[in-house]
């Protein structure tokens, strides 16, 4: 069984720039959260997506935005980047019952200069 | 508020020693959810287990062991006989009920584990 994908896997952007990001979740998982990992800031909750709403959000500014496609599919737009922007994005996906795991997919590595 | 914290930031062990990654917690629900997981230096988070509140039976998978405490709100991680491909960070993470269990996940910073041969 095919995991979470992830692509770009590695991004790099000037600062002010859009950058998009875009994650495919395990089959059957309707799900899709977004995660940011920021040097000295660790693993922080952004975006949980599910059958195509915003179900909730973490503490970002709006410029942090995303969807989810009819096919599960999620995508994490992030516009006006920061030099703090620069992490690594992870896309985690579940099944929508409350007792189950996040898996995790690759992640993408973004570089703003 | 849920919060997890790893107090221990970096280990290192030699290979075939046993090392114990310590967990603690807070929150104010009743019915929660832990995990531990794996990151390798490739980046992607390994899920290795889930516990939920009601459940403190201790679990052994391999050389891998956790210890639930709800007495002292912390869910241990003990590696048996570690052996370099252990070498990784290691994050135990919290997910509440009132908010959703599968809404979202509140991390600890991360165990830095070295196991040198």
């Known amino acids: 069984e095919a995991g979470v994908t992830q692509s770009p896997t590695h991004l790099i952007k000037t600062r002010g720039q859009q950058a998009t990001l875009r994650c495919s979740p395990i089959?059957?998982?309707?799900?899709v959260y977004w995660y940011q990992q920021a040097l000295g800031l660790g693993l922080q909750f952004l975006l949980w997506y599910d059958e195509g709403e915003e179900r909730n959000r973490g503490n970002f500014p709006p410029r942090f935005s995303g969807r989810q496609f009819p096919n599960y599919s999620s995508e994490l737009n992030v516009n006006a980047l920061e030099l703090e922007d620069s992490a690594l994005y992870l896309c985690?996906?579940?099944?929508?019952?409350?007792?189950?795991?996040?898996?995790f997919g690759p992640g993408t590595r973004l570089l703003v200069l | 508020a849920q919060k997890v914290t790893q107090a221990q930031t970096e280990i290192s062990v030699v290979e075939k020693e046993d090392v114990t990654l310590d967990c603690v917690y807070e929150?104010?629900?009743?019915?929660?959810?832990l995990f531990w997981y794996k990151q390798p230096p490739s980046g992607e988070l390994v899920f290795l287990i889930r516990r939920n509140s009601f459940d403190e039976q201790n679990e052994i998978s391999g050389r891998y062991s956790w210890n639930f405490q709800k007495s002292t709100s912390s869910f241990n991680f003990t590696i048996t006989a570690s052996q370099v491909v252990d070498s990784a960070v290691y994050f135990c993470?919290?997910?509440?009920?009132?908010?959703?269990?599968?809404?979202?996940?509140?991390f600890g910073k991360g165990i830095t584990l070295s196991v040198r041969p």
């Open positions: 929150t104010r629900d009743t019915t929660y959810y």
């Open positions: 993470a919290l997910s509440e009920e009132s908010t959703g269990a599968n809404s979202k996940l509140t």
């Open positions: 985690a996906s579940s099944f929508p019952t409350s007792e189950e795991t996040q898996y």
């Open positions: 089959s059957g998982h309707t799900s």
